[in-house]
């Protein structure tokens, strides 16, 4: 073999190996963006990650609140710290319910029992009350306790978040926060 012919098979071959090089690359990105383009749509679609009920048993999805800014509490009637912060919601609810969402959602109570529903509709919140009986939003947000409280941008993020209690100015100073945003 000469040494002309010996050059052109090392270019050819080398040729190969980034022709190769460039199918293969060019296909690991074709499968990230799949991956990526499903995970950044499962929020905007009515997934099984984000869904709650009303007292009534009506189903609601996260994304169908997503014109305003939201203030979310996740808690258990078992709980007695859960209570004030309801009440604390239930306060600010008809000054504020025009410029942000509230979401006062019961988790982690699969089997929502006629009690619950009776003191739910007994203490009279004068705010809705929702149920995450299938423990939907319980995946989406991660807490670590009950009640767990989320102050949510019109895009979803997650602005602050407070684990147990909150004071009433600390509540109004980051209601009016979320809201200078909006």
Do not use: C, R
Not at 26 to 35: G, I, P, R, Y
Not at 41 to 52: G, K, M, Q, V
Not at 126 to 141: G, N, S
Not at 157 to 164: A, H, N, R, S
């Amino acid at each position: 073999m000469n040494k002309k012919t010996l050059i052109l098979l090392i270019i050819a071959i080398i040729l190969l190996i980034v022709a190769l090089a460039l199918f293969f690359y060019a296909k690991s990105l074709e499968s990230n963006h799949k991956m990526i383009s499903n995970n950044t749509s499962l929020p905007e679609e009515n997934t099984i990650a984000s869904y709650f009920y009303d007292i009534d048993g009506n189903q609601f999805y996260l994304n169908e609140f997503s014109d305003k800014p939201i203030v979310l509490l996740l808690w258990k009637s078992d709980n007695a710290k859960s209570y004030p912060m309801i009440q604390l919601m239930t306060q600010y609810y008809e000054s504020y319910q025009d410029k942000v969402y509230f979401l006062v959602i019961n988790v982690n109570e699969p089997d929502i029992d006629l009690d619950l529903i009776d003191n739910v509709k007994a203490v009279d919140f004068q705010i809705p009350i929702y149920f995450d009986t299938d423990l939907t939003l319980y995946h989406q947000f991660s807490y670590e306790k009950l009640p767990s409280l989320f102050f949510l941008s019109q895009e979803g993020e997650i602005e602050k978040k407070v684990l147990e209690t909150i004071t009433e100015d600390s509540f109004v100073a980051n209601l009016d926060l979320l809201i200078s945003n909006y």
